[in-house]
């Protein structure tokens, strides 16, 4: 379901290995030169990030990081307290198509009401300009997707230019069909399920080369609503909207 963690740390004090068990600094250290050898990994912060910042791609030689020669503790120093080490996702086809150079994500927003977990409406976000982030924030489009996986016509940036093709691809956004969004829904609902305490949750979820679910992260706090709305065209809460504006009044 997840990218495949390679290491963790939460809080300054707890580090945790590919197997999310409990272990050493040093320990860590030596599992990681020992793990990461010559491949790429994903490294971003866990904590208070947001919007792509941070979120670096680095490439390991030997253990040594490509191009600075600098080992995997001294970078991760920079990252403070708070770091996360994954595997990097490869798209498949039908979302590399929209566009090839970063790992294009759907924004899954799951909310409690009454007893049953809702979805708002659904958001494919891509990256253009070569950047291999797909954020909004980070020169990224979105564009809205119906729950059975087609894509709405337009594709939007920040700023609210609008996009009736991918600016790069030329891959036209209306009816464009990708037949795992009901499958990528359905995830996170059950995980939804799994987390009543939390009534809101917002997932980055994509899909790996073989066409499988992937979480990439979730988000707790801080839910974005601007988005989704503008891509779609719907009140965030969709058939609920009306009672839940009248509950926060309360």
């Not at 059975?148 to 093709?165: M, N, V």
Request: a neutral charge; proline letters at 5%.
């Amino acid at each position: 379901m997840a990218p495949t963690q390679i290491a963790i740390w939460i809080g300054g004090g707890v580090y945790r290995n590919k197997n999310f068990q409990v272990v050493s600094k040093e320990v860590l250290l030596h599992e990681l030169n020992e793990t990461i050898g010559n491949r790429e990994v994903v490294v971003k912060p866990t904590v208070d990030a947001g919007s792509g910042k941070n979120v670096r791609f680095i490439r390991f030689v030997n253990g040594l990081q490509e191009g600075t020669g600098l080992p995997i503790e001294l970078i991760l120093e920079q990252y403070g307290r708070d770091w996360n080490i994954q595997e990097c996702v490869i798209n498949p086809p039908v979302l590399r198509t929209l566009y090839p150079h970063a790992v294009n994500t759907f924004r899954v927003i799951t909310y409690v009401w009454d007893g049953s977990v809702y979805t708002t409406p659904l958001t494919l976000r891509v990256g253009r300009n070569g950047n291999r982030l797909d954020n909004a924030h980070a020169n990224g489009i979105f564009v809205g997707c119906t729950d059975d996986g087609h894509l709405k016509r337009w594709a939007f940036s920040e700023f609210q230019e609008r996009f009736e093709e991918h600016p790069d691809t030329g891959t036209k956004f209306e009816n464009y069909y990708i037949p795992e969004v009901p499958q990528i829904l359905e995830c996170a609902k059950q995980m939804q399920a799994r987390l009543t305490q939390l009534r809101i949750i917002s997932w980055d979820m994509s899909l790996d080369e073989h066409g499988k679910v992937v979480l990439i992260e979730i988000n707790t706090i801080g839910q974005t609503c601007w988005f989704p709305q503008m891509a779609n065209g719907e009140p965030f809460f969709r058939e609920n909207t009306a009672a839940i504006l009248r509950s926060m009044r309360k």
